[in-house]
């Protein structure tokens, strides 16, 4: 009786009506009732169901043992990997190409000293889009253009991927985030330090819209105040052979942060006298170089070497003097 009243619960839980007569129960009827559940995995990934796994909405006899699970069979690409009486449940998508799979189990439990067994139910695994994480950097002040969807996959056969945006943190402005995955975000404060957006993908497969799990992607924003600036010895260069027949020389700077360098930074050229020899734009490598002419070479030389600084406060190099002077031969 009492399990027939647990059966109609359940029934009328997945939205079934269901009419309950009341036939008298033997020790035979009474037996747990396995209900279907159903997952999500993302394509080339796996899912790992936690205990109670897919026992979670099923009914065991009251005053009988705990319930147990027990596999009768899969169905689909997708590779099972664990499955235990805990109702525990591992799928790996090994290869990547999975839409439906299914896992159907029975439950077991010791009723008045006997084994009974539920009639069996079904775990669908539907694949949706894996989602990844990723990351960039951008120094502060600058943008920062990229595509969230780049390193994610689909389900083999769906539609295209879209985007979605769920959240953002950080200082820096949202300017763009298009449901193709491309995103621009502005530092306009210039003193963002990390900003994230977490978004879903979305896929229509078999018809349906299939959502990923949220990923997020991770924007670090490098500070503009270098942690090195340096000119190199090496990057110091003089256009002739001798000092007499000097007519035109080039000093470089390389503005670092980290182990990255800065590309265009402006960078401040003068001698140690405080003459100008001009300003740089740093490359890609971070490197900034100016050419300068012969009375520019003479004061420079003349004040003791060339200076270079960044920023609006005159950032002269701490190792001035030794590897900051000029270099003539
Ligand atoms: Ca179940
Ligand atoms: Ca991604
Ligand atoms: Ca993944």
Redesign the pocket.
Known sequence: MRRILRAATVAVLIGTTVLVTAPAASAQELRPI????TATMPVGDHVAILPPG?????VGVEGGGAITARLIGTTGQGLLTDFSAS?YVVMLDVVAASNVNTVTYVVDQTVNGQVVTSDP?T?TIYSVPDANDEAYSAIQGSDVVGNVLDNDLGVEGGGPLTAELIGATGNALVADFHPSGGFVLLDVISNSTVSTLTYRVHQTVDGEDRVSAPATATITWIPKTPTQLEVDPLLIKLGGPSLIKVTIGSVSARLTAGNAGLPGQTINFASAGGVPLGTAVTDANGVATVTFGLSQIVSTLLSGGAVASYGGSPTHLPSYGTNGGLIGT
């Not at 396995?34 to 559940?37: I, K, P, Q, R, T």
């Open positions: 396995a209900n279907d559940d897919v026992l979670a909405n099923d109702g139910a775990l």
